[in-house]
């Protein structure tokens, strides 16, 4: 098929018009789901100081080098120690501590003797601690900076703040991020045959799904919605509607909009923004017709075809990457499996194909992936949508998927 745009080409137009957004600082009980400006350095070293793993008994390795059941050792107890603790206190010949997890390993103590190990575990006399094994030198001690020490990078720039980060700059010592601010939004859907989603349908009318599927979908990826519109196919509501997310002194940073871009009579995105935008048809299927544009105030445009099943494979390709580029994210791709297929399905003649699919996880050592409709691939099947775990991507040369074959599959959040 020719006169087609490739998908990398495409891509490529839009990442190269994304200039990244401007950086705040924030605490981090408000940082979850931004990405870093700026690498995090340790504050404190991690561990802070040399503490203990274990429960038990902080003691000289040397006391009780030959302790076991049939040679016990018994140590005088000097000192009971909990987590929190400041005190450092003496461990001569033949003493030792009571210890808790995370307590501070006494200066004095290199190795500790888990309850388990003892006489009586915790229930045992606080006078004296009967030990039956031996424990190594260093034994069950978390060592000072073992993990990170003070100015070594915790976390890159470019890098998603989930809970694990977050947990990690936290443990570092630090309470606020430098982060990207969030992309504003703005998603229309487009077509005078949409209704609010419950309302009663006269004929030729459907429910509009595309704005509550889009706005997830830019929630998903790090973005704030600063508006949901429906709009008719006249290109007055169209036109209020951009000036409105354009203007002001917050304008939106990416405008999306489905419907409206193929080649009907009445595409009011393109008829209306020709010149602004440029209209394009890539070799993808579903997803053909695609629009993209940048306002003269820098607000990103983009076209997307209007079947719910097209214009949810378009934000993944090209949407979301711009999404994340624009926060800095250092990966702006999905995870790639490649599983087997489980049955087979056609593909369109000269375009990549991206099919919505479930994957079956019965066999934990061979997973398999089969589509998610019954009907295939067809861009209208929005139903389909919400058992999709993944796309498939076939490329433009594979003639058909046989069961069996093995396939580039897209991890969908």
Known sequence: MTGLRTVEAQRATVLAAVRPLPTEVLPLGAAAGRT??????????????????????????????HASPDEPVTLRVVADLPAGTAADPAI??????????????????????????????????????????????GGHLRRRGEDARVGDVVLPAGVALGAW???????????????????RVAVVSTGSELIEPGRALRRGQIPESNSILLASLAVAAGAVVVARESVDDDGDGLR?????VTGGAEPADVVVFSGGVSAGAYEVVKNELAGTMSFSTVAMQ??????????????????????????????????????LALQGRTDVDRAVLRLPAAAPWRTPPARRQYLPVVIDRTDPSRWTVRPATAGGSGSHLAGGLGAAEALAVVPAETDAVAAGDLVDVLLLD
């Not at 309850?115 to 009586?120: A, I, M, W």
């Not at 980060?165 to 992309?183: E, F, H, K, M, N």
């Not at 209020?240 to 409105?244: D, E, G, M, S, Y």
């Not at 579903?286 to 105030?297: D, E």
């Open 286 to 323: 579903p997803g053909k017709p695609q629009g993209f544009g940048v306002t003269p105030g820098g607000t990103l445009l983009f076209g997307l075809p209007g079947n719910p099943v097209s214009a949810a494979v378009s934000f993944e390709v090209f949407v979301r990457p711009a999404l």
């Open 165 to 183: 980060q977050l947990s990690a700059i936290a443990a570092a010592g630090v309470a606020q991020v430098d982060v990207a601010r969030a992309p």
């Open 36 to 65: 870093l400006a700026t690498a995090v350095r340790a504050a404190v070293d991690i561990p802070v100081f040399d503490n203990s793993a274990m429960d038990g008994f902080a003691v000289r390795a040397v006391d009780v080098a």
């Open 240 to 244: 209020t509607v951009l000036a409105a």
């Open 92 to 137: 001569g010949a033949a003493e030792a501590a009571r210890i808790m997890t995370g307590s501070p390993m006494p200066t004095d103590a290199d190795a500790i003797v888990p309850f388990e190990d003892t006489v009586g575990g915790l229930a045992g006399s606080l006078v004296t601690v009967t030990v039956v094994a031996a424990p190594r030198a």
